[in-house]
T-cell receptor, first 112, second 115 residues
Framework: DSGVTQTPKHLITATGQRVTLRCSPR?????VYWYQQSLDQGLQFLIQ???????AKGNILERFSAQQFPDLHSELNLSSLELGDSALYFC???????????FGEGSRLTVL | AQSVTQPDIHITVSEGASLELRCNYS??????LFWYVQSPGQGLQLLLK??????LVQGIKGFEAEFKRSQSSFNLRKPSVHWSDAAEYFC?????????????FGGGTRVLVKP
């Protein structure tokens, strides 16, 4: 158990819909990363937050957005969903002391 | 730009045999290097990491990796594979996470273990 909690574990929805994925980082970790894992693109960095502020942005679509709340949990919002958005979405957190990412078990999104 | 190449998509190895997974990276500064393992339906678990110092690093589950700056490589090895090592392995490169850097992952190598 990495200490990073992601909900829901599985989500099935239709094209055009909107979903929210939630992540609770390890206790004490201020930094949260979101990654997308798909068969054709592999593990792609989406976005990073540090203590509530956006710190880095990767290959995140404009239809996607994220935020980190004062209690440090983070949410990834995916809207106008397309078939190609079907993927495993990982959240990871880190502390500055360890210098490594701790991953949650992911949220598997299926868009039909 | 930073990038990671894992040349082998699949590797099949017999139980008890040795295993070596290749990783080549591109990074403009001193790299921080990682190997992660992903079992089916699971998240990624850190096997080992290299920040500086001794270029041969030991990790969990009997894995080790060697950093070779001249070859831009960070290959993962295990002397004797167990059936439970069947999984997908990812190499990653980045800068210091404390400085806000991100990790870039390779495409992964899926390891199958034959009895």
């Amino acid at each position: 158990d990495s200490g990073v909690t992601q909900t829901p574990k599985h989500l099935i929805t239709a094209t055009g819909q909107r979903v929210t994925l939630r992540c609770s980082p390890r206790s004490g970790d201020l930094s949260v990363y979101w990654y997308q894992q798909s068969l054709d693109q592999g593990l792609q960095f989406l976005i990073q937050y540090y203590n509530g502020e956006e710190r880095a942005k990767g290959n995140i679509l404009e239809r996607f957005s994220a935020q980190q709340f004062p209690d440090l949990h983070s949410e990834l919002n995916l809207s106008s969903l397309e078939l190609g958005d079907s993927a495993l979405y990982f959240c990871a957190s880190t502390s500055e002391n360890t210098g490594e990412l701790f991953f949650g078990e992911g949220s598997r999104l299926t868009v039909l | 730009a930073q990038s990671v190449t894992q040349p082998d998509i699949h590797i099949t190895v017999s139980e008890g045999a040795s295993l070596e997974l290749r990783c080549n990276y591109s990074y403009g500064a001193t790299p921080y290097l990682f190997w992660y393992v992903q079992s089916p339906g699971q998240g990624l678990q850190l096997l080992l990491k290299y920040f500086s110092g001794d270029t041969l690093v030991q990790g969990i589950k009997g894995f080790e990796a060697e950093f070779k700056r001249s070859q831009s490589s960070f290959n993962l090895r295990k002397p004797s594979v167990h059936w439970s090592d069947a999984a997908e392995y990812f190499c990653a490169v980045g800068g210091s996470l404390a400085a806000g850097n991100k990790l870039t992952f390779g495409g992964g190598t899926r390891v199958l273990v034959k009895p």
